[in-house]
């Protein structure tokens, strides 16, 4: 997994496979956001590395640090060829030599970041769509008390008990409005993903462009996401 759960684990921690049931963590939070289940994962596999392997993760660090091929991709095949580590273990190790990854080890940790990747999703370019992002942020939220928003590198997903709808910023000009609808019959303003067919939850998005697209056809079908995840 690099930075911002965006690679090994992304199919299990961001917007997450059918299969995935993990919640964000009660209790820890930052302005509106919660942690991200996935970082409970990883905060595991650090504490259970010893046990495990008979190395802790700052020995694992080092060992390939001083031992191991020079790039993340080299140190991960080289990991699991040499020390018959598991594809997330050897991910993780690898790139924490370069200093990657690190807001995944602790909920203050990710929600510090967590709060830095909605300020980068919204900059530049894509400023202007950071009134539209907290319009829907807030819609999402007014579906209930158990609604919770976990950012990742390059999305905002909603959760209650699964990921139920994400927040996507996917042009300089559009967000994408997505929902975990499984392969319902939908409406043609309903874009299909692909993600029915590739087991993610999210399968279908509205474009939202403007304000006027978040309507009352975009809010019931963000209600029915979140109806459906019950």
Sequence with gaps: MSSGFASATEVAMSPAPMSFIAKPAAGKTHGPYSVHPGVAMVQ?????????????????????????????KERREWLKKEHKLGTNAATWIAERVDGKGTEEDSPEAYLKTAAEWVEAQYSGPRA????????????????????????????????????FAQIKPSTNTRIDLGFALGNMKTPKRLIDTGGY????????RIEIRSKSDIDDESKRWLKKAYEMDE
């Design 197 to 204: 067919e590739k087991k993610d939850r999210i399968t279908r």
């Design 128 to 163: 202007a769509l950071r009134p539209l992002y907290e319009q829907l942020l807030k819609l999402g939220f007014s579906l209930g008390k158990d609604v919770k928003a976990s950012p990742c590198k390059t999305m905002v997903p909603f959760y209650r008990n699964h990921v």
């Design 44 to 72: 595991k596999w650090i504490e259970e590395l010893p046990g495990k392997t008979g190395r802790s993760l700052e020995e694992w660090i080092a060992l390939t640090n001083k031992s191991g091929p020079p790039t993340e």
